[in-house]
């Protein structure tokens, strides 16, 4: 979809235009009172259930889609692609209207409430005036709980996974080593690798395995790898000796393929720079006080990336608020990677919650007055 | 000092001669009886004590010197700069004999153990038959153990602090990803890069920031850094926004001016490597069966990067041998750091262990047949 009326960020620039690219799954309902917006992580894309012809499939099709914990039989659900991406919405590979070449680095660095802006749009020209949930996880926990305070009218429910109100100092330290790597790569050209004709895969390469580690947890990689050899003996060089180091170097070369690098820089800002509760000197009470939504909150014990506690200061501060909040804390293996997994608890958990919003609205629980 | 005789390696290669920095600190008694061995770890050096008139002092002079945990009115300290570093001893940057030009990425990968073959030669030129000690921290502390398993009579007292018996995956994931930069890095010529006048600088600042978060806890970071911000205000761009981010990228760019990124490569190979239980079926109690030493170690609760359960597995199979060990577990903020920081506790504790051991030597209950 594209949008004519130039959208002004927070940093005080403004995109002229822009385009979103969204999928929908499922039949909005006749008071449009069953849409799910799914918001997406790091490297995901609104593609969120399904399969392409090419056999792509979504990147949270085990949890979206007909009879699944959210299940697009009773629910119309969007996933949107976020602008500075490299999957279709307008981001720094695009033309920049005001010069007719990329953007490079002059895409403007965007916040998670800009995206929010973003999306609230794409809402109104959809008709859709209330979602009956946000979601995401990680990053894309972050933009529910925006939508939470940005339009707290504008959705029932928030459900907010493996995610936090803010990064820690030790986040935002792997985020900025990451974005170094990238940037002191002589084939990043200062953003504009594309008039050369290169990209910094260097770079990236070294982010994403960096980031990887990150999404698992210590326990899970000594499982999965341990100290297993690749060859059954140490090699006395720089190849690979280890599985690990198999894994994360072949990681690193499939994303560096795929990802753009100035996406990388303007998705991990949008993460640094979330912090709802700046504004109130750092109250994250005072923050959520005008939320109006309901809240699932989920966490992994093994999410170290985001850990638990992180979801315990959310769920504080809205119980302070007298929101009524469900939370899980998962007691699973797999780090912050376990959101994406199928960890039949934790589906369990938001196949039941949905149920819930499902009978709000068939179970005529659900009025107009209600909704206002 | 140098050595004439090929010193054979782990590898199967071989140094034609070398030569290693030592610095000596107090005075080696009549029978040589006195002596103590510190290791270093990844990016320290022989000058462990003591201050050059340069002003730069030795990077444990907090632990040793006169008056000090291991005193030096009473030790006769050994600091030995270890093969392949960019401080002295044979390294990279130092001239193959066979080739006449700089060893550069020809130079063997060395392992604790060669480390340890070295060290010995260097004892036996100097005169002592058995160590009172041989000690070390992270790194060092592996070099101690092996000591305690290659050599079980030449050492009485072995101090491994904040060490462990073997890396985790996600410990040899972060090294890889280090590596990966510095090899990635197109100043880095394939290790050559004394010949073409650069240096991997952009490599290597990436390592070491990496390798800083993890030497740091979270929770240090989050009191030192939080989420302060170096100009009071989001600056919308790539430049630096957060404390962390300054400090980082400040700790990277002064380590690039002096470390050399062949050493750092070998020395985190060296560290992965090491795993004296993998001859043994992976058992650790038959590992250190054949250890002669009493033991003391030392591990910090905030330790991620080498967390008190690696020492409690290395403590469990010395028990496991009847071996008499002391294991002090300091409830630390610090982080791996903590090894070299001023903990009361923890200074007090190898203090009262170095009395110990001065106690035998000082109190004849050491005798000739004890040693041997």
Redesign the interface.
């Known amino acids: 979809m594209f949008f004519s009326t130039p959208l002004p960020l ?4 403004e995109l002229t235009d822009y385009t979103l690219v969204y999928e929908t799954y499922g039949t909005l309902n006749a008071d449009h009172s069953n849409a799910v917006l799914v918001c997406h992580a790091l490297n995901a894309s609104h593609h969120v259930a399904g399969s392409y012809e090419s056999g792509v499939k979504g990147w949270w099709d085990n949890m979206i889609g007909p009879g699944k914990p959210l299940d697009t039989d009773k629910f119309f659900v969007i996933g949107v692609n976020n602008l500075g991406s490299c999957f279709g919405s307008t981001g720094p590979m695009h033309a920049n209207p005001a010069t007719g070449k990329p953007y490079g680095a002059n895409f ?2 965007v916040t998670v409430e800009d995206w929010v802006q973003s999306q609230a749009r794409l809402a109104d020209a959809l008709g859709i005036q209330q979602f009956a949930a946000v979601m995401g996880g990680s990053l894309g926990g972050m933009q529910a709980l925006a939508w939470s305070i940005l339009y707290p009218q504008r959705l029932r429910h928030c459900v907010v996974i493996a995610s936090t109100s ?5 986040n ?3 985020d ?2 990451a ?3 990238i ?4 084939d990043f050209h200062g953003g504009d690798y594309y008039a050369h004709g290169v990209v910094p895969k ?1 770079g990236l ?2 982010a994403r ?2 980031g990887h ?1 990150t999404y ?1 947890s ?1 326990d899970d ?2 499982v ?4 297993d050899l690749r060859s059954g003996s ?1 090699q ?3 190849g690979i ?2 599985e ?2 198999s894994y ?2 072949y990681q ?1 070369d499939k994303f560096s393929e795929y990802f753009d690098a100035n996406t990388y ?1 303007l998705i991990t ?1 949008a993460l ?2 979330f ?1 709802p509760a700046k504004e109130f000197g750092g109250d994250l009470t005072k923050t959520l006080s005008n939320t109006r939504a309901q809240f699932l909150l989920v966490s992994f014990t093994t999410d ?1 990336r985001f850990a638990p506690e992180r979801s315990h200061e959310m769920v504080q501060a809205l119980v302070n608020n007298k929101r009524t909040v469900t939370y899980a804390e998962i007691d699973a293996p797999h780090g912050h990677d376990a959101f994406l997994l199928d960890d039949q608890r934790y589906m369990n958990v938001v196949r039941s919650y949905f149920a819930r919003v499902h009978e709000e609205i068939d179970g005529g629980s659900l009025k107009a007055g209600a909704r206002a």
């Open positions: 927070q940093s005080g620039a403007p660095v803010k990064l820690t100092a030790q935002i330290a792997f900025d080593v974005r170094q790597a940037l002191t790569d002589p260097n390469r070294v395995m960096l580690i698992l210590d990689m000594a999965k790898f341990g100290r140490y006395f060089g720089f000796d280890f690990i180091e994360l170097r690193g820089l800002k640094d720079y912090d170290w």
